[in-house]
């Protein structure tokens, strides 16, 4: 039995597996404790799902996705849902998996000699967070452990690139626009303020099942090809610079009324070729051409290899548009700015002007192009135009959370003040272990 | 032997099997809850829908579309996990990697725990439990009745805050007028409440709904996304024109869902 030295005391590994347990994605990489400055490359994203599909009889554990030709009908199986670790059964197998053990290649590590600093999504409920705890101690044994929201490591990484201090930034306002819903952290001094935390249910997930609802029913039936839809929401999408826009962009993607027909704008429409799964195995987009359409419903002969396109119009941006008017599919709520001037409502005046003056994005649909103007312009007509307002994306918004994780992680006097150890575990239980996280008892 | 006579009163007494009752007219439990009759429902208290609101049936429709468009899992395909893997160390571990629930289901335990702390007011963790519950209408209500956006934090929020950490009441005239201030001027005391706060439940960290005076709801055609300007008739769903209606008749009309 290990001697149960006192906090900070006790020899603890001299690395660390910071783990970004995302709903979509896994990002995950093995710090050494006195590392120098960590990067992004040291981080590896991993799909956190097991897939299988029906046509090759084949089951594609997390990173072996990568190796699979055929995505047609491509079925998913996530651990976590709604951004929690939900199901250890599918979880427990892609960690071991992708990390843990020494058989196979890539990030190795035994846990027995290793740290776990692993993130979670805000307001988790604490039956998971025991679950979670337990996990990691009793099935992993993992050396020492701790866990955190994931957006607040985010202020440890340096206000300027210069800067060498280790202390958090004093004001952020993290906003992670995720894979399944977006959420509003104001964070002070690398705390979070719990009761200003608000969380929009519109992330990743709900607009490829939007973008597949509104497909199946205007064209094929896809609501199998969740795979294929992610990929073209991901490749097509975008978001109107404002409502006024929204309107017109609606009105150039109309087809018009019986006995008034109007050609489609192909500055907007786009034909989106699918893959066959044969010869090709990611599609494409090429600007819209009603002639090809008119071949493909048998009303001119065909010409060329045959393909099968999937006309874009409104779908391009109707479907990000749900970020910013979550009404438009009559979910009662706010749109994002709405969202977080909510969440800065809870806050006195002073913290506001410093969070508003510090806004970063994180999370993959800050990637969906105009994204980042449309909230800024909402913003700005929101906040009294006094206050300095600096809304800005993450350099790599996916593996953002996870570079502070590490930057944290790197910092082995931060890392001391917080980890548990094994034995601190087997000594006081799990009850207090999730007191110590939740910041009760040191 | 006494002669027992029950005397017809106006108090309908508890026993089981039959009792008498006044007959006092015009029952509103013996009206008919769906009349079929529309202008007896129209002069009904409620009155008739406006003409923005949804029948009980859409909002369902509505719902449910919602949630389907969250779910992470299918239930219908199940994806099994390939075996080869170690074994549950611990009973506990078989324990938690065994459960086959999804989130809703603990979302609904967390709830329901919730309501378990609340309920009995006197409770010891029940001074904890109050506040956080509360939340909702704390932030909902109270918020626009703060006079404006110069006042200090809300009062309750302070208030909230120092029960947990057991301080004495924060004296509010001290807070100094935010204009001009810095970070250094919000109160060390209110500071410490608002981050020794407990996390919030999962669902009372929703977002509020959009507001009140905002931007009206817009509308689209069910069928190909364009402004829906007019309604099915059958079923209330909005189209763009004859066309579309037509479609929506064909697939998607909830007349007969």
């Known amino acids: 039995m290990p001697p149960k030295g006192r906090k900070g005391s006790a020899a603890l590994p001299a690395k660390t597996l910071v783990l970004d347990n995302g709903a979509y994605t896994i990002k995950a990489g093995l710090i050494p404790t006195t590392s120098a400055n960590p990067t992004i490359d040291d981080c590896s994203v991993i799909p956190n799902c097991v897939a299988r599909s029906n046509r090759d009889r084949l089951t594609y554990v997390a990173s072996e996705l990568a190796e699979c030709k055929d995505f047609g009908e491509l079925a998913f199986r996530r651990p976590v849902e709604k951004g929690f670790i939900v199901n250890w059964e599918a979880e427990k197998a892609i960690w071991e998996h992708e990390f843990l053990g020494t058989a196979g290649e890539g990030l190795r590590c035994e846990p027995k000699e290793t740290n776990l600093l692993l993130t979670e999504k805000p307001n988790c409920p604490k039956e998971l967070q025991k679950n979670c705890d337990e996990i990691v101690f009793e099935q992993f044994e993992f050396a020492a452990y701790y866990r955190c929201v994931g957006p607040i490591l985010n202020s440890y990484h340096p206000s300027e690139p210069s800067s060498l201090s280790s202390l958090p930034q004093e004001c952020l306002l993290v906003i992670d626009t995720s894979y399944s819903d977006t959420t509003v952290l104001p964070i002070y001094s690398g705390q979070l303020i719990q009761l200003a935390v608000r969380r929009l249910e519109v992330g990743g997930k709900l607009m490829t099942n939007y973008l597949k609802e509104l497909s199946s029913l205007r064209h094929y039936n896809m609501m199998e090809e969740t795979y294929l839809l992610n990929e073209i929401k991901e490749a097509i999408s975008f978001v109107s610079p404002s409502a006024h826009q929204f309107a017109k962009d609606l009105d150039r993607t109309w087809k018009g009324r019986l006995g008034d027909k109007r050609t489609l704008d192909p500055d907007i429409v786009v034909d989106y070729v699918l893959p066959d799964y044969e010869q090709s195995v990611h599609g494409y987009a090429r600007p819209h051409d009603p002639a090809k359409l008119k071949m493909r419903r048998g009303l001119q002969p065909l010409q060329g290899p045959r393909e099968d396109v999937l006309p874009l119009g409104n779908e391009r941006f109707a479907v990000p548009e749900l970020l910013f008017n979550p009404t438009d599919i009559g979910m009662q709520a706010a749109g994002l700015p709405g969202v977080i001037m909510e969440s800065l409502a809870v806050l006195p005046e002073a913290l506001k002007i410093g969070m508003l003056a510090n806004i970063v994005v994180v999370g993959g649909n800050s990637l969906i192009s105009g994204f980042m103007e449309r909230l800024e312009s909402e913003l700005r007509v929101m906040v009294p135009s006094q206050y300095l307002l600096n809304v800005t994306r993450a350099d790599d918004p996916i593996k953002h959370t996870w570079l502070g994780a590490a930057r944290f992680a790197s910092q082995s006097s931060l890392l001391k003040s917080v980890l548990v150890t094994k034995a601190e575990y087997d000594e006081k239980g799990a009850t207090w272990l999730a007191k110590r996280f939740a910041g009760g008892e040191k | ?257």
């Open chain 2, 1 to 257: 032997m006494p002669h027992v006579e029950l005397l017809p009163n106006s108090s309908s007494s508890a026993a089981p099997g039959w009792t008498y009752v006044v007959d006092t007219g015009y029952d509103p439990s013996k009206i008919a809850i769906n009349p079929k009759n529309k202008k007896r429902a129209a002069a009904q208290p409620g009155g008739r829908r406006g003409e923005s609101e949804l029948s009980a049936r859409q909002q369902t429709a509505i719902a449910r579309r919602i949630v389907e468009l969250q779910r992470d899992n299918d239930p219908k395909q199940s994806v099994p996990v390939p075996s080869h893997n170690s074994i549950p160390k611990t009973q506990n571990a078989r324990r938690i990697i065994q459960y086959q629930r999804q989130i809703k289901h603990w979302l609904d335990d967390e709830e329901a725990l919730l309501q378990q702390i609340i309920t009995p007011r006197i409770n010891p963790i029940g001074g904890r439990a109050i506040p956080q519950s509360l939340r909702r209408p704390t932030t909902n209500n109270s918020l626009p009745a703060t006079p404006s956006e110069a006042s200090p934090a809300p009062a309750t929020l302070i208030a909230g805050g120092s029960a947990y950490n057991n301080d004495k009441p924060v004296e509010h005239d001290i807070y100094t007028p935010p204009m001009n201030s810095s970070i250094s001027s919000v109160g060390p005391t209110e500071l410490r409440a608002l981050l020794s706060s407990p996390p919030l439940s999962y669902a009372a960290s929703h977002a509020g709904p959009p507001p009140a005076h905002g931007p009206r709801q817009r509308h689209f055609c069910d069928n190909c996304g364009y402004w829906g300007s007019m309604r099915c008739l059958k079923c209330g769903t909005r189209v763009c024109g004859l066309e579309c209606k037509d479609a929506h008749e064909a697939t998607r009309c909830l007349k007969w869902a």
